[in-house]
């Protein structure tokens, strides 16, 4: 009898084998989680090496790419030239300036957009990694997807603001659940002198507190597990919308004693972008659908498809910041008072990726067909992104001889300052 008992103790209970095989399951998971995650860092080289050979070989498409470097060179000659800004924001034209003071030339300037959109993933990968829950399958994947997402390597080869811009988009928002309330207000307030949609981020990092006290009064607070709660549970330290309404409010009285009036730069923004909308117009359907749509289907492939089932376990209170810049997209948009470029979305991709990354561990729950998932949405990435540069170099071709035209008079006119 005895014997029998010290058997039947012996023995693995049902419990105990179900118990072993999940924590089996959670191990395998957790060394192909560690075997992924260096893949993030080789990718990012890679990419920067490609960067690298492309700038040297192709010249940069977008001409307001050189619009800004010569108002950098006119700004070394006259800083306080306000009318050399034209519609656009200031900070990205004096930090040009320093680069031409510094004998820089135009392709360092597009070496930097490589290098800054390389960090990009990267900065992601830590930011996910920084969650309570340490998140060692999705931070790979995510900074993966950023990586090759079309938009952003595109923005890597071109001497335009969005790299920058980006990156202190994502910094102002992991600062805020990183509770560093006065870094991201100062990352926000230089993103707001960087690019507009800024602005639509800061006038929502504002209203936050406000809403959140008025709710509290109200008791009309939201409930926990909630969307809502994430970004409204607890009102932001006005450390972070301050700094960015200071230097908006700034920009304004500056205009209005130089111009005489009240927002004239603003209107002549808003003129041009919308004779432009006028003269770029493909229908009323098709304006319609083509910036909040379309084109992300375009940049991004199926892989957006898997943005929604993320939403919930992505979102968090930082993310403020992108939902605020995207209300300002589309806000302005629908007033044609935005020509809905691709560029737009760059600030806001590293924040989709995380999106597509937790869609992939919600979306399916067996290994095998979240494996296939994830190479799916790896793979819509990398077709996006091949077809992107493809067109890149064909439009690049056949522009060859203005591109050329427009990187020898950045040339003079950076020669033109460095001999004065």
């Known amino acids: 009898m005895n014997g029998q008992w010290q058997l039947r103790d012996a023995m693995p ?68 030239n306000l009318a050399a800004h034209w519609v656009w924001l200031p900070l990205y ?3 040009l300036a320093a680069v031409v003071l510094a004998r820089g030339v135009f392709a360092h300037v597009r070496l930097l957009s490589a290098a800054l959109i390389g960090a990009l993933p990267l900065v992601l990968y830590r ?19 950023c990586a090759l997402a079309s938009i952003v390597n595109v923005l890597g080869v071109s001497a335009q603001q969005e790299a920058l811009f980006s990156m202190l988009v994502l910094l102002s928002a992991w600062a805020i659940d990183a ?41 009309r607070a939201p409930r926990e597990g909630t969307w809502a709660h994430v970004l409204f549970g607890r009102p932001l330290s006005f450390a972070v919308s301050l700094p960015a309404i200071a230097v908006m409010l700034g920009w304004v009285l500056v205009h209005r004693a130089v111009d005489g009036t009240w927002f004239a730069f603003l209107r002549a923004l808003y003129e041009y972008t919308h004779a432009q909308r006028e003269v770029l117009s493909h229908g009323a359907v098709v304006d319609l659908l083509w910036f909040p749509l379309l084109l992300p289907l375009f940049a991004f492939g199926p892989a957006l498809l898997v943005v929604p089932f993320g939403v919930r376990t992505a979102l968090r209170p930082g993310y403020i910041v992108p939902l605020g810049i995207l209300a300002f997209l589309l806000l302005s948009y629908a ?3 935005s020509l809905g470029g691709s560029r737009y979305y760059g600030a806001i991709t590293p924040f989709l990726c995380a999106c597509m990354a937790h869609g992939v561990l919600r979306l399916v729950r067996g290994e095998a067909a979240r494996t296939l998932l994830r190479a799916s949405v790896i793979a819509s990435l990398s077709v996006t992104t091949a077809i992107a540069f493809v067109r890149l170099e064909k439009t690049a071709s056949a522009q060859a001889e203005v591109l050329h035209a427009a990187e020898r008079r950045m040339v003079c006119e950076r020669d033109t300052v460095s001999s004065r």
């Not at 930011?127 to 997807?145: F, G, I, T």
């Not at 207000?185 to 809403?211: K, T």
């Open 13 to 80: 209970t049902h419990a105990h084998c179900i118990s072993t095989s999940i924590g089996a399951t959670d191990m395998s998971a957790r060394v192909r989680a560690a075997l992924f995650a260096p893949v993030p860092l080789v990718l990012v080289f890679a990419l920067l090496a490609a960067r690298v050979a492309w700038i040297a070989a192709v010249p940069d498409i977008d001409m307001d790419a050189y619009g800004h470097y010569g108002i950098g060179c006119e700004l070394i000659r006259n800083p306080w």
């Open 93 to 95: 034209h004096y930090l």
């Open 127 to 145: 930011y996910e990694m920084s969650r309570d829950a340490r998140n060692e399958r999705v931070a790979p994947l995510a900074a993966v997807c």
């Open 179 to 219: 509770e560093r309330p006065v870094l991201s207000g100062w990352s926000l307030a230089l993103a707001c002198l960087i690019r507009y949609e800024a602005w639509g981020a800061a006038g929502v990092c504002l209203a936050q507190p406000i809403l959140v006290h008025a709710l509290v009064r109200l008791e």
């Open 335 to 337: 007033g044609k008072g």
